[in-house]
């Protein structure tokens, strides 16, 4: 599974608070990814790292931030959580053959 | 731009049947070409990737998939599902040395009755 642990598993919160998720992985990835997963959608690309403080925008990135200070640590941060951000959360790297491995992925329910 | 079709939403088959889900894609070279699958309330579990070579790739649990480039296919077969193979299944394509994206399809729902 590539050492990739995402944390919590499961949040509930209420509109308009912030909310971090964290992707954690063991194995010193350049790449990073976070994605959402939606009925009807599949995935979706949220916010994607290349490095230690490089990172870029996917499709639906509005609402979002990311930061990664460290390699290991790649966090998702929603400013103030709307009930549209309601999904799972889906942390992937990418080795550099190109292969993609995910986490488990966090359910948030944004009340 | 890179996209990928999945064009079946929900399949269902017997247990012992034959499987075909369907994959399309657009792109304006040949790219790196993936199947994963996940299983209810879990992450993807990547199933076969494409790269480049031999067209016909095998992957786990007993799943091929054949790259076509003249159709911009890359169908995911098995001969004979078996009842644990009941989940949803994603292609996904990602462009040749650039790990920056990954696209993936909306993905097929494949439910097995016995």
Known sequence: DAGITQSPRHKVTETGTPVTLRCHQTENHRYMYWYRQDPGHGLRLIHYSYGVKDTD????????????????????????ATSSQTSVYFCAIRTERGEAFFGQGTRLTVV | AQSVTQPDIHITVSEGASLELRCNYSYGATPYLFWYVQSPGQGLQLLLKYFSGDTLVQGIKGFEAEFKRSQSSFNLRKPS??????????CAVGAPYNTDKLIFGTGTRLQVFP
């Open chain 2, 81 to 90: 599902v078996h009842w644990s193979d009941a989940a949803e299944y994603f």
């Open chain 1, 57 to 80: 925008k996917g499709e639906v990135s509005d609402g979002y931030s990311v930061s990664r200070s460290k390699t290991e640590d790649f966090l998702l941060t929603l400013e103030s």
